[in-house]
Nanobody, 128 residues
């Protein structure tokens, strides 16, 4: 399995931006599909964005589409989530995940059970 460590969370005002990073180790990073999920207090973990092994295919939830951008640098074994126009409802713990069995994103890209490696999470708080 791939080991994942997120960073870049913090406190930001509504309308601001943050970039999350997820550093991977222990596997062949460029071969695995990756995802970002988030969990707000009292709510279930939800899908935010996903990217294929090459970075050529990306998907977003409706809640973040047009504001967030997922990308990856396979030379640095790192995946990013650029978050712009942040809203208070984006407040959550953000988790990076990896599907070590797949290079491509299948139709289940939004389901947490697809991913077999998870980071510890990074807190994002957006104030109004």
């Amino acid at each position: 399995q791939v080991q994942l460590v997120e960073s870049g969370g913090g406190l930001v005002q509504a309308g601001g931006s943050l970039r999350l990073s997820c550093a991977a180790s222990g596997g062949t990073f460029g071969n695995v599909a990756m995802g970002w999920f988030r969990q707000a207090p009292g709510k279930e973990r939800e899908f935010a964005a996903a990217i294929s092994g090459s970075g050529g295919t990306t998907y977003y939830s409706d809640a973040v589409k047009g504001r967030f951008t997922i990308s990856r640098d396979n030379a640095k074994d790192t995946v990013y989530l650029q978050m712009n126009s942040l809203k208070p409802e984006d407040t959550a713990i953000y988790y990076c995940s990896a599907d070590s069995r797949n290079y491509y994103l299948g139709s289940d890209y939004y389901q947490s059970r697809k991913y077999d490696s998870w980071g510890q999470g990074t807190q994002v708080t957006v104030s109004s």
